[in-house]
């Protein structure tokens, strides 16, 4: 029994390796490039508005622009994975990075390169979007954690590698030659596209293979993005109802006029009550995932730790991160959801909380090494829960979903940095550590409380 046990464990992990090994062209090594260029000129962005006159807090404004337009891009994003596919809205994202790293790179004053970096974050959301939705629909469930923490990982890879390519340009060319790394690296990312094969058609060979092996029946999907177009059933006085399941409860008492039913076609309005729940602890996570990006190098400082040995620090911590990423999907895939999303923010949350207690080097880096941790053993864990939540609630309409999914969840990010801001100018800055440690142990809750039951184990 034990060796047909074994016979079993070794078929089942041949064919995973199998599995994944084929999404490397069409996913992950596209989207590693294109991570690896978007990583590279984020160090640059405050040195280039210094450069053109800005002060420290309009750089820093600046440089939050990224992530703005981040947030404005999701639901844009998702029409067009939505209407052409996801192949072609990542071309769409990587020309239209070009553009705007030429812009940033030309820029005469402010003005332009703000609206050069806030482009380039809309293109970023359209590419992740489209790689999102691509595993979305193709991924079989039982690979689907471990591939979205891959797909995480891609980009902790790229911006891990980013800035050590930026560093030789900057000493040889000047800081604006960094701009032509994002370009060189999306007229890559459209090569990959255009020389490879159908990544559509070979990600649907591969799920139909993999089901069949599980004896699971491959279910077809509507178009060839793997998703369908915008398609609302119909609407009750329980609200609207898709494939049995009711999305927003309670909006029927608004009745089925004309407006009602074209409001429904908002993602951010049609999945309300999910992302209301669910959406709001993901966003708590990537709030908190933002804030420790801000307020470990604060810290440092504080601590009157020199430049350096921060970047040194911080270094370690990242390379601690990365080194994780597979992990949490297999921990995702085996035990369920739950099992990395609770301890991820309990993490990062403890992190925060013990924060004031670091008052020495030694201390600081044990608490940056925790935090990278928690961080680490949560990569991909938004990706499959957006994935998971698309799949029972919308799959006539993933990208519309997971455009709204992605929204919530970028506002965390956006909104993380902010909220430290703040409370360091109010309080000081071990009040933003304890406030943003105290929100995270509410994201912890809502994920125990909220995560639903069919999801994962």
Same mark, same amino acid.
Request: charged letters at 10%; a positive charge.
């Given at each position: 029994?034990?060796?047909?046990?074994?016979?079993?464990n070794?078929?089942?992990?041949?064919?995973?390796?199998d599995?994944?090994?084929?999404?490397?062209?069409?996913?992950?090594?596209?989207?590693?490039v294109?991570?690896?260029?978007?990583?590279?000129?984020?160090?640059?962005?405050?040195?280039?508005?210094?450069?053109?006159?800005?002060?420290?807090?309009?750089?820093?404004?600046?440089?939050?622009?990224?992530?703005?337009?981040v947030?404005?891009?999701?639901?844009?994003?998702?029409?067009?994975?939505?209407?052409?596919?996801?192949?072609?809205?990542?071309?769409?994202?990587?020309?239209?990075?070009?553009?705007?790293?030429?812009?940033?790179?030309?820029?005469?004053?402010?003005?332009?390169?703000?609206?050069?970096?806030?482009?380039?974050?809309?293109?970023?959301?359209?590419?992740n979007?489209?790689r999102?939705?691509?595993?979305?629909?193709?991924?079989?469930?039982?690979?689907?954690?471990?591939?979205?923490?891959?797909?995480?990982?891609?980009?902790?890879?790229?911006?891990?590698?980013g800035?050590?390519?930026?560093?030789?340009?900057i000493?040889?060319?000047g800081?604006?030659?960094?701009?032509?790394?994002?370009?060189?690296?999306?007229?890559?990312?459209?090569?990959?596209l255009?020389?490879?094969?159908?990544?559509?058609?070979?990600?649907?060979?591969?799920?139909? $293979? !993999?089901? %069949?092996?599980?004896?699971?029946a491959?279910?077809?999907?509507?178009?060839?993005?793997? =998703?369908? /177009? &915008? #398609?609302?059933?119909?609407?009750?006085?329980?609200?609207?109802?898709?494939?049995?399941h009711?999305?927003?409860?309670?909006?029927?008492?608004?009745?089925?006029?004309?407006?009602?039913?074209?409001?429904?076609?908002?993602?951010?309005?049609?999945?309300?009550?999910?992302?209301?729940?669910?959406?709001?602890?993901?966003?708590?996570?990537?709030?908190m $995932? !933002?804030? %420790?990006?801000?307020?470990?190098?604060?810290?440092?400082?504080?601590?009157?730790?020199? =430049?350096? /040995? &921060? #970047?040194?620090?911080?270094?370690?911590?990242?390379?601690?991160?990365?080194?994780?990423?597979?992990?949490?999907?297999?921990?995702?895939?085996?035990f369920g959801?739950?099992?990395?999303?609770?301890?991820?923010?309990?993490?990062?949350?403890?992190?925060?909380?013990l924060?004031?207690?670091?008052?020495v080097?030694?201390?600081?880096?044990?608490i940056?090494?925790?935090?990278?941790?928690?961080?680490?053993?949560?990569?991909?864990?938004?990706?499959t829960?957006? =994935?998971?939540?698309?799949?029972?609630?919308?799959?006539?309409n993933?990208?519309?979903?997971?455009?709204?999914?992605?929204?919530?969840?970028?506002?965390?990010?956006a909104?993380?940095?902010?909220?430290?801001?703040?409370?360091?100018?109010?309080?000081?800055l071990?009040?933003?550590?304890?406030?943003?440690?105290?929100?995270?142990?509410?994201g912890?809750?809502?994920?125990q409380?909220?995560?639903?039951?069919?999801?994962?184990?």
């Amino acid at each position: 029994m034990s060796g047909m046990a074994q016979a079993t464990n070794e078929k089942t992990h041949a064919e995973q390796t199998d599995f994944l090994h084929h999404l490397f062209v069409p996913v992950y090594m596209p989207a590693i490039v294109f991570a690896t260029g978007e990583g590279s000129l984020i160090p640059i962005v405050p040195l280039t508005a210094k450069a053109l006159g800005a002060n420290l807090a309009t750089a820093g404004i600046i440089s939050g622009l990224l992530m703005i337009g981040v947030v404005l891009g999701d639901v844009p994003s998702g029409f067009i994975v939505n209407t052409w596919g996801e192949t072609v809205a990542m071309r769409i994202a990587a020309i239209l990075a070009i553009i705007s790293a030429i812009f940033c790179w030309r820029a005469p004053n402010l003005v332009v390169l703000a609206a050069g970096v806030l482009v380039i974050g809309i293109a970023s959301a359209t590419f992740n979007l489209a790689r999102h939705a691509f595993l979305t629909a193709w991924t079989p469930p039982w690979y689907r954690a471990r591939a979205m923490s891959l797909l995480g990982g891609t980009t902790r890879i790229g911006y891990f590698v980013g800035p050590f390519i930026a560093s030789p340009v900057i000493a040889l060319t000047g800081s604006r030659s960094v701009y032509w790394i994002h370009v060189v690296a999306c007229l890559s990312v459209l090569v990959v596209l255009q020389v490879t094969p159908d990544p559509e058609k070979l990600l649907s060979a591969n799920r139909a $293979r !993999a089901e %069949r092996g599980r004896g699971v029946a491959h279910a077809k999907n509507t178009d060839s993005a793997g =998703a369908g /177009h &915008i #398609a609302i059933s119909h609407v009750t006085s329980q609200g609207i109802i898709e494939h049995g399941h009711t999305v927003n409860p309670g909006m029927g008492k608004y009745g089925t006029s004309p407006m009602m039913v074209t409001l429904m076609r908002f993602p951010v309005i049609r999945y309300f009550s999910i992302l209301c729940r669910i959406g709001t602890a993901a966003g708590i996570l990537q709030m908190m $995932r !933002a804030s %420790r990006q801000v307020i470990l190098p604060l810290w440092g400082v504080q601590l009157n730790i020199s =430049a350096p /040995h &921060i #970047a040194l620090i911080m270094g370690v911590a990242g390379a601690v991160d990365l080194s994780l990423f597979y992990t949490s999907g297999q921990i995702m895939d085996r035990f369920g959801r739950r099992w990395a999303a609770v301890p991820v923010l309990l993490g990062i949350s403890l992190g925060h909380l013990l924060m004031p207690f670091a008052t020495v080097e030694w201390t600081y880096i044990c608490i940056a090494i925790l935090i990278s941790v928690a961080n680490g053993l949560g990569s991909g864990i938004i990706m499959t829960l957006g =994935a998971d939540l698309a799949s029972r609630y919308a799959p006539e309409n993933m990208p519309g979903f997971l455009s709204g999914w992605r929204m919530s969840t970028d506002s965390g990010s956006a909104v993380g940095p902010l909220a430290i801001s703040g409370m360091t100018a109010l309080s000081g800055l071990w009040s933003a550590a304890v406030l943003m440690g105290s929100i995270g142990l509410v994201g912890a809750y809502m994920m125990q409380r909220f995560i639903p039951r069919f999801i994962g184990k």
